[in-house]
């Protein structure tokens, strides 16, 4: 369901901000931000943005008028487990531990679609609520709440990524699959979904952990057979799971080798977290040019450890930003890019704004190698935008009016923001109707 007519033009008028490269690596002559700028929108994608004394747009066009709120490209989630949202904010355990108390029973009760159903629709309107315009998800084993997914983002006319969660070990009754079934079952999602209007299917082994060295290999097959598909899973979160793969994989060189062995490696893999990685793992990850996915508050919230993002990123590896609901804390990326820049802190460095705004949005959709399409404001993407209220609390408001440029002005946004902070959202160019409470 969408608001108003589909696909009329529209000229939307505030405060821009876009990207012409990437500020980590370029610097900041690559922001352009207009006081007064334009955008306009036709068809669903965006025709022309600029400032607003230059736009030329139809006579009789719908307007928008946001006045000093922000508008720029929609935030994109690089890894989340919408399966996760109702345990979201689970007490007291680090990650095996956490899983098997909490995550495990949770994505159990996936087996029942009306339930994958419920929790789908309602994950889309938290994240849509809060900004998130795209997003790369796992599911859980079963491919009812792959289903869901894909049927409530399709709905919405979401660009949306996703795939059924594998495990054949190390995982309760009622929560394995096997290498065949997994493979089966993957593929057949795969076909029925991927590059279906807008969604992209996911090949997903949750974790070496959970797979067996068979599983790993029959999916490794399949992506050898669907190459264009991504490639998602988890590395290298908590030293305690480091130490298990080598128990699990006495073989391998370290943990990246438990998937490359299995033809798990490649430039349209997205691995998550990646916090402790050997100098093997950043050479092979660099010259494969696979995504990583730094998960800021779930590397706090878990007690996971400090990703290196500026080391690695300038190393030259390719990072977007993730939620990781639910052992992320948080559906809003305005916090998790607050969480990226606390981490930052304790690494040494502190992230401009604008390298913050960059990775949420530009640089996760680099790593879901969707940077052509959705991530930022320019001629030809497809019209993903966010509305920013940039006083949208009375602590925000204060810092706020006595800003004197535009990043003091976004940063009290950045670290104190919520959906409070999101006055509008527009999917493929359309008003996002407000999610009814
Ligand atoms: N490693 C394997 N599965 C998970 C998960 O669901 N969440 C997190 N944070 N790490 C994982
Ligand atoms: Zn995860």
């Known amino acids: 369901m969408t608001g ?76 989340l487990h919408y399966p996760q949202t109702a345990m979201i904010a689970s007490w007291g355990k680090r990650l095996i531990e956490w899983l098997n108390t909490f ?101 997903t082994p949750r974790f070496s952990p959970t797979s067996s060295p068979e599983q790993l290999e029959a999916l490794g097959a399949l992506w050898a057979e669907k190459p264009d598909c991504l490639m998602q899973t988890h590395i290298s979160e908590q030293l305690e799971e480091i130490a298990w793969v080598r128990q699990l994989f006495p073989d391998a060189r370290d943990y990246l080798d438990t998937y490359e062995r299995y033809g798990l490696l490649g430039k349209n893999a997205v691995y998550g977290h990646a916090i402790h990685l050997t100098e093997r793992e950043k050479a092979r990850l660099l010259e494969t040019g696979a995504g990583l996915a730094h998960c800021p508050t779930s590397n706090t919230f878990i007690g996971s450890g400090v990703f290196d993002l500026k080391g690695l990123s300038d190393a030259g590896q390719n990072i977007g930003l993730a939620t990781d609901i639910g052992g992320g804390s948080s559906f809003s990326m305005l916090r998790t890019m607050a969480a990226a820049y606390e981490i930052g802190q304790l690494n040494g460095t502190a992230l401009h ?37 940039l006083s949208s609390t009375p602590a925000i408001a204060q810092r706020h009016a006595e800003a004197d440029t535009i990043w003091e002005s976004i940063f009290p946004t950045i670290m104190m923001g919520d959906d409070r902070a999101i006055s509008d959202v527009f999917i493929a160019g359309e008003l996002a109707p407000k999610p009814v409470a």
């Open 4 to 79: 108003g007519m589909t696909n009329t033009t529209k000229l939307i008028l505030g405060q821009t901000l876009y990207f012409n490269g990437n500020p980590l690596t370029e610097g900041l002559g690559v922001v352009e931000h207009y006081r007064h700028g334009a955008v306009l929108v036709e068809g669903g994608k965006i025709s022309w943005v600029g400032p607003a004394d230059h736009v030329a747009p139809p006579i009789g066009v719908e307007t928008f008028h946001y006045g000093e709120k922000l508008i720029m490209a929609g935030f994109v989630d690089a890894h």
């Open 103 to 203: 995550t495990f029973p949770e994505e159990t009760r996936f087996g029942d679609a009306q339930y994958a159903d419920l929790i789908a629709k309602r994950y889309f309107d938290l994240a849509v609520g809060h900004g998130t315009t795209s997003m790369c998800s796992y599911a859980t084993i079963h491919p009812e709440s792959v289903n869901a997914f894909f049927s409530e983002g399709q709905r919405r006319g979401i660009r949306a990524y996703a795939g059924k969660t594998c495990m054949d070990r190390n995982a309760p009754d009622g929560l394995r699959d096997d290498a065949q079934s997994s493979y089966d079952d993957s593929k057949a999602l795969a076909e029925k979904w991927h590059g279906k209007d807008r969604l992209g299917y996911v090949i």
């Open 353 to 389: 704004p604008a390298e913050l705004l960059w990775l949420a949005t530009c640089g996760s959709a680099k790593v879901l190698h969707a940077d052509d399409l959705i991530g930022n404001l320019a001629a030809g993407m497809e019209a993903d935008i966010v509305v920013l209220d």
